[in-house]
């Protein structure tokens, strides 16, 4: 395996990881997420989280092994995006938490674009 094809799988399983790590842990916090979900009005909280999670997991891992990738890839990175707007809403924060949200989606922006190019390079 030459350096290149390397960095490529190790970027994978990390970006990958990601997905499975977050999606697991949403499990062990549950209400936590789904209660500020649920005050921002989204529909069904906790369903919506659950399934949100089961789908980050399966496809974090179609990502990391290389399976689907091109699907998965761009799954997660359109769910990273719609999640990003329901929950990271820094347009209607002010000071710390403005700061933090804005953040947030600055480092979801750079995972949609580590998604894009693992998309980009299935085709």
Not at 72 to 84: D, N, V
Not at 94 to 102: D, V
Request: proline residues 4%; positive net charge; charged residues 10%.
């Amino acid at each position: 395996m030459t350096s290149p094809e390397l960095l490529i799988v190790v970027g994978r399983v990390l970006l990958g990881g990601l997905f499975v790590v977050a999606g697991m842990r949403h499990f062990f916090i549950l209400p936590v997420v789904a209660t500020p979900m649920t005050a921002r009005g989204i529909p069904m909280a906790r369903r919506m989280l659950i399934a949100g999670s089961i789908f980050e997991i399966i496809a974090g891992l179609l990502v990391a092994i290389n399976v689907h990738a091109v699907w998965a890839a761009l799954g997660l990175a359109a769910f990273t995006l719609l999640a990003s707007w329901m929950l990271l809403d820094f347009w209607n924060k002010e000071g710390m938490p403005r700061h933090g949200a804005i953040n947030a989606w600055m480092s979801n922006i750079g995972v949609v674009g580590g998604l894009l190019i693992i998309a980009a390079s299935g085709f």
